[in-house]
């Protein structure tokens, strides 16, 4: 399932995270612990979880699976990739959706590890996510740099996930909330 879809299912629900943002957390749980339970993450991004049909849930669960599992698998960079509007959406929305993710991944990564002190590379990449997410999303007539600019953090936000993902251990016990 692509972008509009998700962004479609969760606008539909009236959920308490956008599509992007959403991701964001998912990849955020996963990357500390990679047996995140999906539950957990549903129940953080939509208000009464236990409600909803699974004609709605289901392809929500697929994607964290499928998120998951490109994560486990310890796929290089091109294999994972960040849920966003198309390239063809204009620049604002997708700099705000890229601006979201980076809310959401923080927001993810800080529900299964609040932690001041990160290792190694790790707070240097934390504090770079935390400086995207100030990023000035009033793009009304981007350019060509402007687009390159974008991509260029959306590239640097795979590397970026993998080396958190690689710092943490399978088998760190998940606190639940």
């Known amino acids: 399932m692509g972008y509009q879809s998700i962004s479609e299912i969760l606008i539909s629900l009236d959920a308490d995270f956008e599509a992007a943002e959403a991701h964001g957390v998912a990849v955020g749980m996963l990357s500390i612990a990679i047996q995140a339970d999906a539950d957990n993450w549903l129940q953080l991004i939509l208000s009464d979880y ?31 990739d960040l849920l966003l509007p198309d390239d063809d959406e204009p620049l604002a929305e997708q700099s705000e959706a890229l601006r979201a993710w980076c809310l959401g991944f923080l927001f993810g990564v800080g529900y299964l590890r609040s932690q001041v002190a990160w290792p190694g590379e790790v707070a240097e990449i934390m504090q770079d996510i935390v400086e995207i997410t100030k990023l000035d999303t009033n793009i009304e007539n981007g ?28 088998t760190l016990p998940v606190q639940s909330h």
Not at 61 to 76: I, M, P, Q, S
């Open 50 to 80: 236990a409600d909803i049909p699974a004609q709605y849930t289901e392809p929500l669960l697929d994607l964290f699976e499928k998120t998951r599992k490109v994560l486990a698998n310890g796929l290089d960079e091109f294999g994972f």
């Open 143 to 170: 350019d060509d740099e402007d687009a390159n600019a974008l991509m260029e953090l959306r590239e640097y936000l795979r590397t970026a996930v993998l080396t958190v993902k690689d710092y943490f251990p399978e």
